[in-house]
């Protein structure tokens, strides 16, 4: 089994950016994990469809890493086709969960903003970092992938105003813009000023630990940070997570009157419908946090 993962590991992810690397690596290592504990399971439907059990009820996974863990599956077990190891794929028939519909417990209100803006210094470098980073996400829309992604040269001052080029999730090339309002912009200068010797090729975020310094802040960096000011501000509960700073955002736009395409464009969003659920949720932004919890979402 180790010798076949490998093997589809070095062929299917050969030219794949390391985001899907690693995201595929994860799915296939709780696979092969899940794989060695049993010893009845086989490459059938029923099979995956215990695999698929046992992610949802065990580990309690939400519906979009179920979704993703049985794509990798899906396509370890094209890969074992295709080599003569199954004669066909026992996964095709087992469909991933619906994408959720709505964002509704993994946005904050207006009252966590203030909880979190209140424990956000900006006293020392790192602080600053943080603040710029947090302003990014809640005030620009950027995604943690977006932001570790960044180097200082994809800031840029246009006839428009000033925007970040970004490389989103799955995106190959920086190949879209996000725009900074000023408070956004002012608050990523003012991490910048606290840099020595500034290249342009230079990652817009960097590590100040004594290991790693100077070094590109990683999504975990980034994740880890955030949630430590989400649980000292008091606002950290189920389904809010560093990405919510990110859906924010939108019901941000939206309750200031920012028409619907506008938002779209600047929330990157491939189709309107997308926009439209945070549309339909903006009312959320004003809901009380406890009032979230109990909502059947």
Avoid at 8 to 34: A, H, P
Avoid at 106 to 117: C, R
Wanted: glycine share 6%.
């Amino acid at each position: 089994m180790r010798d076949h993962l490998q093997a589809f590991q070095d062929d299917y992810l050969e030219d794949k950016s390391d985001e899907t690397v690693g995201t595929y690596r994860r799915s296939l290592n709780s696979f092969e994990k899940w794989f060695v504990q049993q010893n009845t399971f086989r490459f059938t439907e029923d099979g995956v469809r215990e695999y698929k059990r046992y992610l949802m009820e065990d580990r309690d996974l939400s519906q979009v890493s179920v979704s993703t863990y049985l794509t990798a599956l899906r396509r370890f077990c094209q890969y074992l086709t295709d080599v003569g190891e199954l004669t066909e794929n026992p996964a095709t028939g087992v469909k991933g969960n619906r994408r959720p519909e709505t964002h509704s417990r993994s946005v904050l209100t207006e009252s966590d903003i203030e909880k979190l803006e209140a424990v956000v210094d900006d006293a020392t470098q790192i602080d600053k970092r943080d603040h710029a980073i947090i302003s990014l996400m809640l005030y620009a829309g950027l995604s943690e992938i977006e932001i570790v992604r960044a180097d200082v040269e994809d800031l840029e001052h246009t006839l428009m105003g000033p925007v970040l080029r970004v490389q989103g999730k799955g995106r190959e090339v920086k190949d879209q813009e996000a725009p900074l309002d000023p408070p956004v912009l002012e608050a990523v200068e003012a991490y910048l000023d606290t840099r020595d010797d500034v290249h342009p090729e230079d990652p817009l975020f960097v590590s100040h630990g004594h290991r790693s310094k100077g070094k590109r802040l990683q999504t975990r960096s980034v994740r880890s940070r955030i949630n430590g000011y989400l649980k000292e501000a008091g606002i950290k509960r189920k389904g809010v997570t560093p990405h919510s700073l990110t859906h924010t955002a939108a019901l941000l736009w939206l309750n200031d009157g920012m028409p619907l395409e506008e938002v779209k464009e600047r929330m990157r969003h491939g189709t309107l419908d997308t926009t439209m659920i945070y549309y339909k949720k903006q009312g959320l932004l004003k809901r009380d946090p406890e009032d979230l919890e109990e909502l059947d979402v």
